[in-house]
C-alpha cells in the first residue's frame, strides 16, 4: 500500500461442513465453497475505487482451483474487514490452504498471512463477538439488505454445483460488512458511503 492510497479489504467467506464416513474412513471436513472480497481505495485527494471479485467451486472441484484465484485477488496490504474475522474467516482459509498442493498452498498462505497482519477490524466484536447476533440480524438495524443463506441451501449450491448462487451469497456478504462498517463509523464514512453507492448502482 502506497503512501498516498488508502485500501480496504472486506472479506467474506462460505463454508461446507461434511459429515465423517460411517465407516471411519473419512474424517469429518470444512469446505471453503466461496470468497468474496470487496476493495475501496482512496487516493491522497479523496477520491474513492472500488472493486467486487468473487469466486466458487462445486463439490467436485476442490479447493486448490479456489485458493489459486485469491492468491491473485487477494491484494497484499490493506485494513481488513470482517465478521467474527479470525473464527469464520481467517482459521478456514488456512485449514484449507494447509490440505492443498504445495506450490498453490505456498501461494495463498503468503498473501493471506501478509493481508491479514496489517490492521483489521472484526466488525462482530463490538455486538458480543463470538455470542453476538447473527450478522443479517445487526445489518438489518442499520437497514442494510442481506439474505442469507441456509446451511441446507448452501451444502445443495456446493454439491449440485451451482456456484453462481455461491457467488452471489459471498458478494452481498462482502459488500453488506463494507456498509456495517461505514454505518457504525459515527459519520466518518459519510464520503465513502456516497461514493460507495454511486458505484454499486453502476456496476
Known sequence: MTNDICRFVSLAITTVDTPAATAGTTP???HVAAIGILIAERDAEDRWQFSLRHHAVGAGEGEATLLAWAAHAMPATGIVIGWQLTESIVMP???AGRDVEPEIARLFLDRLTTLVTTPSVD???AHGGAAAPAFADVVARYGIDLVPMSDTQIESAWAFGNIDVLRADVAQRATAAWRLW???SNGAGAAALAAFETWIRRA
Open 28 to 30: 469429518a471436513m470444512t
Open 93 to 95: 482459509l488456512l485449514g
Open 123 to 125: 466488525l462482530a466484536i
Open 182 to 184: 461505514l454505518a457504525e
